[in-house]
């Protein structure tokens, strides 16, 4: 709905002159008085004597005008003009050439490693994404994702697969260094697969309009509903403004038009609810380090960020007080902010080996690529000689600690089975296998046995042995056995 003009004052003269429109007259788009009177702004007569061989910058306003009383020339082809199409070719199929016009974009991946991609200004950040997978020859799982990370106020959100990265772009400061991550989300659209994880029941309130029992798949259809929705409601800690360590504990409830906090407990009447943001000109995001930049009561943070500024000040910060709590709010948030169109972000897979042949996206000079990941090259090879390398690089990481590696998974998304195996800190040469379940991260020791002058590794106290990492991940990829799932995706480090 367009928003309506502003009171402007009536000018003096034939304007003032003007009456009142009667009060039967009513509806928004009535034209005001003083827009009907306003007279055009003809240029002032210039005198002959001043005149000269240079026409100045009145003359050739005059030249302008008289240009406009020429007769158009005939057009040759009438009958496209009257063709029914045209105007769907000029409004839909033809692209604007601002649109089209190639901006240069970095981005990095989980190791530092970078590359220059010259990008139309259309290009979303799914388009990149297959650029990029086409490139590295990675597999199309359909989980890459584009993030963007701001570390001066130590920020980062996922960029969705219909964003314009050079919008995204265009709203960074200056001075600011600003960055365009490409790694696995495993989680970006796993509540459309598995809702039951991410709304439990004390957190979701069902309109007055509906009754009777609903499902967690009814109540993703209402937030895609532009008639009815579920409410979230549940106790957050809100930053209050200006303050760096001051935090404060309320019951927060998201109704379609915004974010609501009560000022009386739990009550949900509507004097007692304040509002607190609304999500169409802001863009939420994680908080990385918000203990350290911002004094969260707990390291699940998030906050609002408007899309035009980047000050801390201009922040709304939330800290929830668990993991499944915060994933609930955002995906909430998410799905009211975009609605039908992450769903059809999530039925619309990328369009295969040779998607991207359609646009208009090309690497920079060789010069500044790095083609090779985890120093392999880039020509063809054998899979079977490389294959033990590949996985063995994919989810074993050297000398991490424990919070880098919890990091890490939730990064790449907090789906059953996702895993990592690194080296244990605690206990020399041995190494410990950690995965996400129930938006929870487990650690599982993988403990050494030799037996027969024979080293075998174990995660069962030696019921089941294997003779290396490589069968003990395969194994249980294929088993349950003593974990609460199976390994179903790596975490990995990729380079560009």
Request: aromatic share 10%; hydrophobic share 35%.
């Amino acid at each position: 709905m367009a928003a309506p003009l502003p009171h402007l004052p009536r000018s003096a003269g034939r304007a003032a002159e003007t009456p009142a429109p009667s009060q039967e007259s009513s509806g928004d788009l009535a034209p005001s008085p003083w827009l009907a009177q306003r007279a055009p702004l003809l240029p002032p007569a210039v005198p002959h004597s001043q005149a000269g061989p240079r026409l100045g910058p009145d003359r050739i306003k005059k030249k302008e005008l008289d240009v406009l009383a020429i007769p158009s020339i005939p057009n040759p082809f009438p009958e496209l003009c009257c063709s029914p199409l045209s105007s769907v070719l000029s409004a839909s199929l033809l692209p604007k050439a601002t649109s089209r016009k190639k901006q240069v974009i970095k981005v990095y991946s989980e190791d530092d490693t970078s590359r220059a991609l010259e990008v139309p200004g259309d290009a979303t950040a799914r388009d990149v994404c297959q650029l990029l997978i086409l490139k590295n020859h990675y597999i199309d799982d359909h989980s890459w994702t584009l993030f963007e990370h701001l570390p001066r106020i130590g920020l980062e959100r996922m960029i969705e697969d219909h964003e314009l990265v050079i919008e995204v772009q265009s709203n960074w400061g200056i001075e600011e260094e600003n960055r365009l991550y490409f790694r696995k989300n495993y989680a970006k659209y796993e509540f459309f697969k598995h809702p039951v994880n991410y709304f439990p029941e004390h957190m979701v309130s069902l309109s007055s309009e509906t009754s009777g029992m609903i499902g967690h798949a009814q109540i993703l259809q209402m937030f895609l509903s532009s008639s009815t929705y579920p409410e979230i409601h549940g106790y957050l800690h809100a930053k209050e403004q200006g303050k760096k360590s001051s935090w404060k504990k309320l019951y927060f409830l998201l109704r379609r038009s915004g974010l609501y906090f009560s000022t009386k407990g739990t009550s949900k009447e509507p004097r007692h609810l304040q509002f607190f943001s609304e999500f169409s000109s802001s863009d939420m995001y994680m908080s990385l380090a918000g203990k350290k930049t911002s004094g969260t009561p707990a390291n699940y943070g998030f906050c609002f960020k408007p899309n035009k500024a980047g000050g801390v000040r201009d922040l709304k910060q939330l800290c929830a007080d668990d993991e499944q709590s915060r994933t609930c709010w955002m995906t909430a948030i998410r799905l009211l902010k975009y609605g039908m169109q992450l769903y059809q972000n999530y039925m619309q897979p990328y369009q295969g080996r040779g998607g991207c042949s359609s646009l208009t996206i090309s690497p920079m000079r060789k010069g500044c690529l790095r083609l090779n990941t985890h120093g392999s090259p880039t020509t063809s090879q054998s899979a079977t000689s490389s294959v033990a390398i590949h996985r063995t690089q994919l989810w074993f990481h050297h000398k991490i600690s424990r919070d880098e590696a919890q990091r890490l998974i939730l990064q790449q998304g907090l789906v059953d089975g996702v895993f990592l195996v690194r080296d244990s800190q605690s206990n020399p040469k041995t190494f410990v296998l950690s995965m996400s379940h129930g938006l929870k991260i487990k650690h599982f020791q993988i403990v050494p046995l030799e037996e027969d002058g024979k080293l075998f590794y174990t995660l069962d106290d030696g019921h089941t042995r294997f003779t290396d990492l490589i069968q003990l991940v395969e194994f249980y990829q294929l088993n349950k056995g003593v974990l609460p799932c199976k390994l179903k995706h790596y975490c990995a480090r990729i380079a560009l």
